[in-house]
């Protein structure tokens, strides 16, 4: 898994300055004006005659003597060696004091997350970011100081939260934000949907009229009280579902998502049918494994169930879904417990930063077929797991 943040950061020389955002540069002859946006990236700690006028300097080498040799100048500063995977074009937060550094965006994957609140009006059982009450809006401003500086062509990003339509305007501002800045990338929002039960935010987001915004959002059953205990909100069903309808109403694509778990697999052939005849017009459904963080640790016992023992409703759901033409994609599974009727409709989903494969996956002849686990699935995962041998 790769570390998006630490502190595990050494000062070099004299520190200077408080928190800032800026985009990481090897070139070590960057034109002056644009220094103070870049922290200059050593991968080799023998390089001598530094150029002045960056935000700081990072040091990628654990041999701090190296580092001696010349003179550390200001805001220099040595980086663990779990910090390697840093390149020209990621993003940073750095607070040079604290020495606390978070990663914000990595240009060589496809996997940037941009976390806009950390707020919810859900309380979901299998929440992988527990909500928090604290006014976090400085996040959205920070966003929008990283969001220039991201490489234009970036593929896709990901919204998410907390419930980013809790931003309001914020949320208007951020996507008018993307749009501009990014207007080839694809965005996907992930959104509980209820605050677009109210058509007229909803005709605010529409009006931005972004070329490629996607919105996630989860409908758990098909009986509004199952999926009302899931998300521990009562009345949720209601407002999600006229949530989709609005967004629909104004042309913007939708995406389901559905979390398999032991309160969710039974009924997955009916949320199919439900699905198809009064949400024919969604853009993809994904149906989803379980990941083993947030409060899924605290709820296991309510929530885990093999995923071989739902692979029967699992196939059942697909099939009605295919079989009504619906786009439909199963994520987050690995291959050998999936049923080969599956095996089509199955996609390597899981961010680059956390996805892992297990010892016994090591002689396993499809693991560059199979998305693998979660980081977190170490506390969990199918007893099933059976490496294919040809
Ligand atoms: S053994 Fe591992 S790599 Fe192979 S299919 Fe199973 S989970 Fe995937």
New binding site residues.
């Given amino acids: 898994m790769l570390k998006l943040t630490t502190r595990q950061i050494t000062a070099l020389g004299e520190v200077q300055g408080t928190q800032f955002i800026a985009r990481v540069t090897e070139n070590f002859k960057l034109p002056e004006p644009l220094r103070s946006k870049h922290i200059l990236l050593i991968k080799n700690g023998n390089q001598s005659d530094l150029p002045l006028g960056f935000r700081a300097y990072f040091y990628l080498q654990d041999d701090e003597s190296v580092i001696g040799k010349h003179l550390a100048i200001e805001n220099s500063f040595l980086l663990p060696q779990d910090q390697n995977y840093l390149n020209e074009g990621d993003i940073l937060r750095f607070d040079p004091q604290r020495l606390a550094l978070r990663t914000l965006y990595r240009k060589n994957s496809r996997h940037n997350g941009l976390l806009v609140t950390e707020r919810c009006n859900n309380f979901c059982l299998m929440c992988s970011q527990p909500p928090k009450e604290a006014n976090d809006s400085y996040l959205v401003a920070e966003w929008l100081e990283a969001i220039p500086l991201m490489n234009r062509d970036t593929g896709e990003l990901i919204i998410t939260g907390g419930e980013p339509t809790l931003l309001g305007d914020d949320l208007i501002i951020l996507i008018r934000a993307l749009k501009n800045y990014l207007p080839n990338t694809s965005i996907h929002m992930l959104s509980n949907g209820r605050n677009f039960s109210d058509f007229d935010f909803t005709k605010k987001v529409a009006s931005i009229a972004h070329p490629d915004l996607m919105i996630g959002i989860p409908v758990y059953s098909d009986v509004s009280n199952i999926h009302d205990y899931v998300v521990q909100a009562d009345g949720a069903f209601d407002e999600t579902i006229r949530g989709i309808i609005n967004l629909k109403r104004l042309e913007q694509k939708v995406e389901i998502r559905v979390v398999l778990h032991k309160q969710t697999y039974e009924r997955l052939p009916q949320l199919a049918e439900f699905l198809a005849r009064n949400l024919l017009f969604v853009d993809h459904i994904a149906l989803m494994g379980l990941e083993m963080t947030g409060f899924t640790r605290h709820n296991l016992e309510d929530l885990w169930i093999d995923p071989i023992d739902y692979q029967s409703q699992l196939v059942q759901a697909v099939e009605t879904l295919a079989r009504y033409k619906l786009n439909v994609s199963v994520y987050n599974h690995?291959?050998?417990?999936l049923d080969k009727r599956l095996w089509p409709y199955n996609r390597k989903s899981i961010s680059d930063w956390k996805n892992e494969?297990?010892p016994?996956?090591e002689?396993?002849?499809?693991?560059t077929?199979?998305?693998?686990?979660f980081s977190s699935a170490t506390l969990r995962y199918?007893e099933h797991?059976?490496?294919?041998k040809v």
């Avoid at 690995?334 to 417990?337: D, M, N, R, S």
């Avoid at 077929?369 to 686990?373: A, D, V």
Wanted: contains cysteine; aromatic residues 14%; negative net charge.
């Fill in positions: 690995q291959l050998c417990v494969y297990m016994e996956c002689p396993c002849t499809k693991k077929e199979c998305g693998g686990f199918s797991i059976e490496p294919f």
